[in-house]
């Protein structure tokens, strides 16, 4: 399962962003879906995810500010970013995590990162 990320740029503080990831490959279920980001010199932290039925979840730092959402039909997940602030500069990683079945019929979990997109913002 591949996952591309699209959206990350230079945006001045206050400002807005909207990243997207698209899943493709072998997929029957993709149950969970996230964005987690990393910083310089910092470890790599959950920001939102979001379940196959819409149950978000969003890290204390972005509640108010960004809003995860899905399209299951497209396997895509996004992440609206308002109000950005120059704390929320990191590279942006989406996720999934489902399964498929193989050819013998045998399930297979999966868990998949996208490549990162940075997410720049100037004060």
């Known amino acids: 399962v591949q996952l591309q990320a699209c959206g990350g740029g230079l945006v001045q503080a206050g400002g807005s962003l909207r990243l997207s990831c698209a899943a493709s490959?072998?997929?029957?279920?993709?149950?969970?879906m996230g964005w987690y980001r990393q910083a310089p010199g910092k470890q790599r932290d959950l920001v939102a995810d979001?379940?196959?039925?819409?149950?978000?979840n969003h890290a204390d730092s972005v509640k108010g500010r960004f809003t995860i959402s899905r399209d299951n039909d497209k396997s895509t997940v996004y992440l609206q970013m308002n109000s950005l602030k120059p704390e929320d500069t990191a590279v942006y990683y989406c996720?999934?995590?489902?399964?498929?079945?193989?050819?013998?019929?045998?399930?297979?979990?999966?868990?998949?990162w996208g490549e990162g997109t940075l997410v720049t913002v100037s004060s």
């Open positions: 996720r999934a995590q489902g399964g498929y079945y193989r050819d013998d019929d045998a399930p297979v979990m999966f868990g998949s």
């Open positions: 490959g072998r997929i029957s279920a993709i149950n969970v």
């Open positions: 979001i379940g196959s039925g819409g149950i978000t």
